[in-house]
């Protein structure tokens, strides 16, 4: 079974609006990573999380971790039409070595 | 893109047919990865190398093999393509950050077709 599992599934916006997503994982984990897929396209990562830290920030991303309750979620201020896409959280687990686990994706559609 | 090609891009094969998909890397890295994607499903991991001739099985090994021979190239072969895995397909390396973490970098993906 898929490690991290994220909801919702789907999430349309205004461009404008902010967008939350969760990620919930089962194992202990060295770090959560969130990754964007634009259609058609490979993985990208957008921001790294350790299991010390509990929220962090890159630009319009914020990311939050509860290693208590093994959860994450991603918030995305301000959307934009360009924000439109797949993202997916991954897991570097504590046993997994230098491999990731990553859960099913949240399509997110920005609408202008 | 972390200088990660795939090839093909796009194939159509049938049942029972070989195929071999091929992932090249320019930087030199050690941990090279191959996913498929399916709808509902998300990534899942099939193999991955850490080391030329150095490789392991990931969650959905079974139907697949692995080979690397040369630091740059994870060959990905299907012995004999069933429709189950017409999926896409992707290559990953991982990259050691400045934190100790690895972080992966994919390449385009290869959408597979099996009839």
């Known amino acids: 079974s898929q490690q991290g599992e994220e909801d919702p599934q789907a999430l349309s916006i205004q461009e404008g609006e902010n967008a939350t997503m969760n990620c919930s994982y089962k194992t202990s984990i060295n770090n959560l990573q969130w990754y964007r897929q634009n259609s058609g396209r490979g993985l990208v990562h957008l921001i790294l999380i350790r299991s010390n830290e509990r929220e962090k920030h890159s630009g319009r991303l914020r990311v939050t971790l509860d290693t208590s309750k093994k959860s994450s979620s991603l918030l995305i201020t301000a959307s934009r039409a360009a924000d439109t896409a797949s993202y997916f959280c991954?897991?570097?687990?504590?046993?997994?070595?230098?491999?990731?686990?990553f859960g099913e994706g949240t399509q997110l559609t920005v609408n202008p | 893109d972390a200088g990660i090609t795939q090839s093909p891009r796009h194939k159509v094969t049938e049942t029972g047919t070989p195929v071999t998909l091929r992932c090249h890397q320019t930087e030199n890295h050690r941990y090279m990865y191959w996913y498929r994607q399916d709808p509902g499903h998300g990534l899942r991991l099939i193999h991955y190398s850490y080391g030329v001739k150095d490789t392991d099985k990931g969650e959905v090994s079974d139907g697949y093999s692995v080979s690397r021979s040369k630091t740059e190239d994870f060959l990905l072969t299907l012995e004999s393509a069933t429709s189950s895995q017409t999926s896409v397909y992707f290559c990953?390396?991982?990259?050691?950050?400045?934190?100790?973490?690895?972080?992966?970098?994919f390449g385009p993906g290869t959408r597979l077709t099996v009839l």
């Open positions: 990953a390396i991982s990259e050691l950050r400045r934190d100790g973490y690895n972080e992966q970098f």
């Open positions: 991954a897991t570097d687990g504590i046993a997994s070595g230098s491999r990731l686990t």
